[in-house]
């Protein structure tokens, strides 16, 4: 017998949705979730969309979209500095195939248990346009704690990353046909397009320490532009210091340097730190076993500035457009 809606959430996302992860929750099964919030502490909450075609491809492995559904989430949670809580999945499938939907959930619900991040709700339904993901997460901040806002940079902070960046777009490339592979470098890089890895425990360690963050999903410096636009400041990167992964080493520098400055589906963060603090920036990195990395500073005058060689030279903010003529 085919599956309609509701069988489909009872076998692979209602298990998902353990009321003992979270005492006096109420899930999937009602009109609405209802999370209990302690006394003192606020709701943080944010939404992604992912649509085939658009955000990923349609040979993507299941298991790998699922992880990717939720990691973007928690990723704008990290950004935040937030704890996650729960999420809501709302998803359009052209038919239902058990198969994709049972490695789907299972990725899915692998990084919302690993985060303590249970699915307490969401919808299903018909998509004729093809698969079609929105995810809202849910996290906390305490209330006497703002979060890691964009608009909270200030001069003099360091510009700090969480972690290689551009390996995500050339990944993409190599996929779009528009970049060469002659040693095969795909299937590993291709990890790092389609299963980030969100910062959720580097975020929550950076509050008090940093002052602003942004994860970077469309880019270095659209994201970091956004930072600089909404704190009304500039800022100087040194291109010598930005992170890159050694497995990009035997592509052309030209090539790399632009992934690295624009390409988007990195999900590190970027964020800000007053210079007083780098021995605690380098201490949490290293409770957390990751190398963070210096990449520049903030000034007063407007403008986003790479430095090489002693000279400066403007960079103009640009990176993945969602608006755009669709690349996949």
């Not at 979270?22 to 943080?44: C, E, N, Q, R, T």
């Not at 320490?209 to 040194?238: C, K, R, Y």
């Not at 780098?278 to 290293?286: K, Q, S, Y």
Request: hydrophobic share 45%; with cysteine.
């Amino acid at each position: 017998m085919a599956l309609g809606e509701f069988s489909l959430i009872d076998r692979y996302f209602k298990r998902l949705a353990s009321p003992a992860s979270m005492p006096g929750m109420v899930g999937v099964g009602d009109d609405a979730a209802i999370l209990p919030i302690s006394p003192g502490h606020k709701l943080v909450v944010c939404k992604d969309v992912l649509v085939e075609g658009r955000h990923f491809f349609s040979d993507v492995a299941p298991d790998a979209l699922g992880h990717k559904s939720l990691a973007v989430n928690l990723s704008d949670l990290a950004a935040m500095g937030a704890k996650p809580i729960g999420c809501l999945l709302g998803l359009g499938v052209p038919t239902i195939n058990e198969t994709w939907l049972a490695s789907f959930a299972a990725g899915l619900g692998a990084l919302a248990d690993r985060y303590r991040c249970p699915l307490i709700g969401g919808d299903t339904v018909a998509s004729e346009q093809g698969i079609f993901i929105s995810v809202t997460a849910l996290g906390t901040l305490h209330e006497k704690q703002p979060g890691l806002l964009r608009s909270a940079a200030e001069v003099g902070d360091d510009i700090w990353v969480s972690g290689p960046l551009g390996v995500p777009d050339i990944a993409l490339r190599i996929l779009l046909g528009t970049l060469a592979d002659p040693q095969n470098r795909l299937p590993g890089l291709r990890v790092g397009l389609e299963r980030p890895e969100p910062r959720v425990a580097l975020g929550q360690q950076l509050l008090g320490v940093a002052n602003a963050a942004i994860d970077i999903s469309d880019g270095l410096t659209q994201d970091l532009g956004h930072v600089l636009q909404a704190s009304g400041v500039g800022a100087v990167i040194d291109l010598e210091q930005l992170p890159v992964d050694q497995r990009l080493a035997v592509f052309d520098p030209s090539v790399v340097r632009d992934a690295v400055l624009y390409g988007g589906d990195v999900y590190e963060l970027c964020f800000t730190v007053p210079a007083q603090y780098r021995p605690r920036v380098i201490a949490v990195g290293e409770s957390l076993g990751l190398e963070l990395f210096r990449i520049g500073k903030v000034r007063r005058q407007p403008g986003l500035f790479a430095q090489t060689d002693g000279s400066l030279t403007e960079l103009k903010p640009k990176g993945f457009d969602h608006f755009a003529r669709s690349a996949r």
